[in-house]
């Protein structure tokens, strides 16, 4: 007889482990324990500071393979006085479980680890049912995935499709599947102007002038309309530190970061080029100087 595992309360586990990026927190090391229960070869695939875990029922390199990929990592929790429910208890309130990482995507593990679990027992599949899941999604994203490839590469592991537990329904479940992903990109600034005595402005160059006409110009403009399988690719301003204690000092510097997520319009070098060109009318018109440092994270993709 089967022994079935409940997402609900396997979601709740999760998320009473603090697996805050890299820290897999025990969260990993549960889902190993309850996959090799039921079966499942497991094989961490750890590299750094960052667990990953492998998990294969049925036999390597089978002529069919289902794959599932996910991440138990989260972000932290911040201000932690700020929440309203403790961010590693997975209270249960409303008919909802609370908690750090409960969407993105501790519930989406559990899910899909429940359905393979149940799978393999009640309907032995004629092929493989592949977990690749990773403790470095929401950090530097280098340990992680990657790490499970070179794993699978070498051991002779493969999947022929892969379905990702990351949470893509606006409103309710099962409402929308993604075939691609976003690009991301972050781009730093910095602004150099003159330094100056607030009272004398006209012999100083404000950098925060041009920081702010910069900061503006890209956050309101429209990057595209929209593809096919894509909303409108957005730019967020994430931080603009100057760091200025005095009130009678314009400063010298001031440094401002931007995040883009991209639609198959673009890709990180044409932004990387539409950023420069911003930038360049910003310095002419400020006559300040301006530096900017790019980190492509990753292109946006179709997988029909
Ligand atoms: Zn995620």
């Known amino acids: 007889m089967a022994s079935q595992v409940d997402a609900a309360e396997l979601t709740k586990s999760l998320i009473q482990c603090a697996s805050v990026t890299p820290d897999e927190g025990g969260a990993l090391t549960l889902l190993e324990t309850l996959l090799s229960e039921a079966g499942f070869e497991c094989t961490r695939a750890d590299r750094g500071e960052v667990s990953n875990l492998f998990a294969r029922w049925g036999a390597r390199g089978a002529n069919k393979s289902f794959g599932f990929n996910g991440h138990t990592d989260v972000v932290p929790v911040g201000d932690e006085a700020a929440w309203s429910v403790p961010p590693f208890g997975a209270v249960e309130k409303d008919g909802m479980i609370w908690g750090r990482g409960a969407t993105d995507m501790k519930s989406g593990v559990a899910a899909f680890a429940a359905a393979a679990i149940e799978f393999v027992q ?8 592949i977990l690749t899941i990773t403790g470095d999604e929401e950090g530097d994203a280098i340990d992680g995935t990657t790490a499970l490839l ?19 329904c606006p409103n309710e479940m099962g409402e929308m599947m993604k075939i691609g992903r976003r690009g991301s990109m972050t781009a730093w600034f910095t602004v150099t102007g003159v330094q100056g005595h607030s009272a004398y402005p006209h ?6 002038s041009a920081m702010v006409r910069l900061m503006d110009g890209l956050a309101s403009a429209e ?12 730019l967020a301003v994430v931080t603009i530190d100057t760091g200025n204690g005095a009130t009678n000092v314009i400063p010298a510097q001031s440094r401002a970061c931007v995040n883009i997520r991209f639609n198959d319009s673009h890709t990180g070098a044409s932004l990387t080029a539409w950023l420069e060109g911003e930038a360049a009318k910003v310095r002419d018109a400020f006559g300040v100087g301006i530096d900017m440092k790019v980190k492509i ?8």
């Open 223 to 234: 990057l595209d309309q929209g593809t096919e399988h894509f909303d409108a690719s957005t």
């Open 122 to 129: 009640d309907t032995p599949p004629d092929g493989a049912v």
């Open 150 to 168: 070179e794993h699978m590469q070498k051991a002779g592991e493969r999947m022929d499709v892969c379905l990702v537990g990351e949470p893509t």
């Open 297 to 304: 994270s990753g292109e946006s993709f179709i997988t029909p």
């Open 203 to 208: 012999r100083a160059n404000n950098p925060l």
